[in-house]
Structure formats: C-alpha cells, structure tokens
C-alpha cells in the first residue's frame, strides 16, 4: 500500500525524501491546504530540535587523551562491534522518528480537544422530528432548535414538487394560534434546509405544521398539511 503524503510530512520537513516522494509531496501540499498547515508545525518543531539539547564544553585535557590513546593503539582493524537495528537507521530517521511521536501526541490532544467541543456543540441543540402525513407519506422533516430556545433551522426532505404558483409555509403554534415561521420552495428531490424566523423564542411554542400555500405565503393556513411535529 502506497504511504499516504501525510505520513511523509517530518521526513520532508527534514528534507531527507527522495526524488520520486519528495516530487510527490510538493505535488500535493500545492493543492492541500490542511498539509500546508501541518507543514508549517513539522517545520516549526524541527527549528527548534538544536535548542532542545543542552550545550557543554569538552573536557580541557580531551585532545591530548585522545592522541595519547591513538598512539598506544595496535593497527589492527577491529572488529566490528554489533549495532542494534535502531542504531543502524540513518540519523535522520531518529529524528523523524521522534518528530512522529511528539506530533502524534499533539495529535491526539487535539482530537480529545475537538470531541469535546463537539460533544458540548451536540449538547447545546434539540431536536424535533416532523411526520409526513397522508397528503406527503414520503415527506420527512427535522427542526433543530438551540438550548435557549431562540432560533432555529428547520431541514424537510421528499416532500412532493408543488407547481411554481405555490410555496410550502411553516407555522408555529400555540393555544391554537398559528404564526408564520416562514415560506419555502423545495429542490427536484424533495429538499430545503433554511433558518427559522420567529417573532418569539421556538421554545415558547408547542407545536408546528407545514401546509401548501400560494407563493408568498398565507396570513393563515390555507392548503393541505404535508408535515408536523409537537415541541
């Protein structure tokens, strides 16, 4: 399986591609704007990696210990110590090895960060289920209503093609009465999403319906109700 362009970023951060994935990779970021960004921290973190290990003076005496040692030595070829597998890797592979794990990490925060939110997004929102009815079987709808109650989005699907003289209306209501939450038209399959205007908060209402009114919609409910849900 080819290695996807995201797995090489540290490597071409370092600058230690071949041709062949280095051509690939620029190829891609040119046309990526999330691997552009994910670049741009790689790039960041490999500045930094010089400063992340502290700087010391050698020993005053180092040189001459060592000219001293090379004397005394025999010259005989020694023989070949054993190396690890890990330590045979070029050293930039260590890097990018590394540069891997601390991004992954990163990574991983992130997420957690943004299921967070996403869970609390999810929270924050309440929904109400419209059924079609004998005049649209097929019809489905779903109003999504924010935790303080004060708008909303109202999303139909498969509701039947209406001739272009008349329009689908929305009303709220409550002890009876009906309030206009707006008119629309719906695509060749059915569908509209589209915000809800209210003169009033949506949690103050108990219910809601749909009906088939002349273009421009009705002082009142006139035609026949497609959908409709309680609050």
């Known amino acids: ?87 045979r890797l070029p050293s930039w592979s260590m890097v990018s090895l590394v540069l891997i794990l601390v991004l992954g990490a990163s990574n991983l925060l992130l ?27 097929n019809g489905t709808g779903m109003l999504v209503i924010s935790l303080d109650g004060t708008h909303g989005t109202l999303v139909v699907d498969r509701l039947p093609i209406i001739s272009e003289s008349q329009q689908y209306q929305l009303w709220l209501i409550r002890d009876g009465q009906r309030t206009s939450g707006g008119v629309f038209s719906v695509d060749e399959k059915g569908y509209k999403g589209m915000y809800i205007k209210s003169p009033e908060p949506l949690d103050t209402y108990t219910g809601v319906g749909i009906t088939v009114e002349p273009a421009g919609g009705s002082p009142g409910p006139t035609g026949e109700k497609v959908l409709g849900g309680d609050l």
């Open 111 to 137: 997420w957690g960060r943004l299921n967070t939110v996403e869970s609390r997004q999810q929270a924050s929102l309440r929904t109400v289920l419209l059924q079609g009815t004998a005049a649209a079987p």
């Open 1 to 87: 399986m080819e290695e996807h362009v995201f797995d090489l970023l540290p490597a071409y951060a370092l600058g230690c591609l071949d041709g062949e994935d280095d051509l690939r990779v620029g190829e891609h970021l040119a046309a990526c704007k999330v691997c552009r960004g994910e670049l741009e921290s790689y790039r960041a973190l490999v500045a930094d990696l010089p400063f992340a290990v502290s700087e010391s003076d050698p020993p005053p005496n180092l040189k001459e210990t060592i000219l001293q040692r090379a004397r005394q030595t025999k010259r005989i070829p020694p023989a070949a110590p054993k190396i690890a597998w890990w330590q």
